[in-house]
């Protein structure tokens, strides 16, 4: 795992000439599949036969999705990776986990050979009350489009694309720093092809930005199951490592998850888990397991399951020699303050939800 340059301020979503797919096919597990790798029909023919549509004239477009009774609203842009950040201040678009270089090659390639960004990359920041103010007066008018997709998520889409507009969100944009939701391995794909074509539209790539403040996106945990590890070996590594280990009752250990507090199990006995933040006392608990409990383990794990739900994990852990550890989710903000000091996560350390559905707003990586 590596970190992936940073693309430095101004942020900037510049506007494009948006694809869209049907209502019907947005949502549509086959739409994604098609996204995912070049279709074995040329483009134009695969266009044609989708019935994608290209809108005339460049627009920034605010994007609001329903999901699981939450309302996200975010500008979606054309993401400007030209330059790169020559300090800590400079960041404007701040990882919090890092990637594998082959994945992010492979990620570039498919994009070249289908001329797509296919889907924007999820961002999140605290906006200027200016940003603000035209995202809320944008909504004033009639969505563009409204339609409730196969996966049952409903879109409004509106199009900016007025000059004073855009040049009123280049100004409240300009000195914004925004974090990755979902889409580090895109991120660093955007940068490879900057860097292969710089000076045309590989300058740019996809993105969505979402106001945290307005509208704000859920931070969910990632459970650990650990393979081939029991509950004696963690209280091994929490002795060596100076946390602290108290055997109870599921119900006990439950009601103590916590910023920093942990519910552990192998599926019969139970445990809460008190992790030390450290000096700095901004540790989130996912970089305290990984930086001093697992590796303090006398055995393994021989590998680890990330699940999403406690049910998947409560089931996951049935089996013999396993643990499962139910962890906290981290806050934004404190997500935000360790991207911004040059720290990452590690891999799985948050999920942010709802995500929008594929195939709302495409980028054709022909248009400057």
Sequence with gaps: MVVPPFAARPLRLAPFRALRLPPRRVGDPGTLRQLSRPPRVGLVSWRERTHVVQDAVPAVYLHEYAAGGLIVRGLVGALDVSRRARSPQQRAILPHEGIKPVQADDLADRMLELGLNPAPILLVHRAEPAARELVHRTMARPADHDFVDRAGQRHRVWAIHRPDQLRQLDAALAESQALIADGHH????????????????????????????????????????????????????????????????KQQALSRLGPWGVAVTDGTDWASLSLQPGPSGDRAAVEVLHDDLL?????????????????????????????????????????????????????????????????????SLTDN
Aim: glycine content about 8%.
């Design 186 to 249: 895109r991120y660093a794909a955007y940068l490879r092809l900057q860097g292969r074509h710089p000076g045309g539209s590989m300058d740019l790539g996809l993105a969505m930005l979402v106001d945290q403040t307005d509208t704000p996106l859920f931070l969910g945990p990632i459970h650990r199951c650990l393979i081939g590890v029991s509950l004696d070996d963690v209280a091994v590594a929490v002795e060596a490592t100076g946390h602290r280990l108290e055997r109870t009752s």
């Design 295 to 363: 590796p303090a383990l006398p055995r393994g794990p021989q590998s680890i399951d990330y699940l999403h739900s406690v049910e998947q994990t409560l089931r996951s852990v049935r089996r013999s020699r396993r643990v499962a550890l139910l962890m906290p989710a981290p806050e934004v903000d404190q997500v935000l303050r360790i991207a911004a000091a040059g720290r990452l996560l590690p891999a799985k350390a948050t999920s942010f939800q709802p995500k929008p559905s594929v195939g709302v707003l495409i980028r």
